[in-house]
Structures are given as C-alpha cells and as structure tokens.
Nanobody
Framework: QVQLVESGGGLVQAGGSLRLSCAASGSIFSINAMGWYRQASGKEREFVAA???????NYADSVKGRFTISRDNAKNTVYLQMNSLKPEDTGVYYC????????????WGQGSQVTVSS
C-alpha cells in the first residue's frame, strides 16, 4: 500500500501563485509516475500534470507555461508550482501515483482545495 498526503491548497487571487505538495509513503517501490488531477464542481476529474521517476514530465494544454511539476525522489514527494492562476483553475486537486512495471494499483491523495478568486 502507498499513502499520499497532500498539502498546500488555499485561496488566492487571480494572477497569484500556490504550490501543492504530495508526500508518498509505504510501498514506494510499487509506484512510478506521479501526477496531479483536478476536479471542478460539477465537472469530471481531469489530468493536470505528471512526472516520471526519470523526471520526464507532461502537462495539460490548459496549464502549460503556468504550472510546473517536480519531484524529489529522496523525499518521495512531488510538487506542483502553480503560477498565473486563473479562476478556471479552481477545484479540488488530487495527487496520483501510477504503478511501476509488474504492479497494478493506482493511488490517490485526499484532495486539496484550490480556489482562485477573480
């Protein structure tokens, strides 16, 4: 089992910045890529960004150039630096961990609320 604990959400004005953190513990060997998804009220959960253990990253088009994902493998922690925030970035942000080869389980954090006021 892997536990993902998120921190760093909050309320910010449009144009501001926030940084989310997600610390993984437990069977770390069973996970590989980590990432972030978000869910706005009344909408489906959507992909935001992901980063592999080798540092390769990818982003949703809507956040490219504004958000940066990074990871500290020594601390088993992934970060999401969010700059130039917009009201449409508002939602609950979930940390995600994908399985390593020969493992099958995906894991989710508890969710962090991010609210961007206009």
């Amino acid at each position: 089992q892997v536990q993902l604990v998120e921190s760093g959400g909050g309320l910010v004005q449009a144009g501001g910045s926030l940084r989310l953190s997600c610390a993984a513990s437990g069977s770390i060997f069973s996970i590989n890529a980590m990432g972030w998804y978000r869910q706005a009220s009344g909408k489906e959960r959507e992909f935001v960004a992901a980063i592999a253990s080798d540092g390769t990253s990818n982003y949703a088009d809507s956040v490219k150039g504004r958000f940066t994902i990074s990871r500290d493998n020594a601390k088993n922690t992934v970060y999401l630096q969010m700059n130039s925030l917009k009201p449409e970035d508002t939602g609950v942000y979930y940390c995600n961990a994908a399985p390593a080869p020969r493992y099958f389980e995906y894991y989710w954090g508890q969710g962090s609320q991010v609210t961007v006021s206009s």
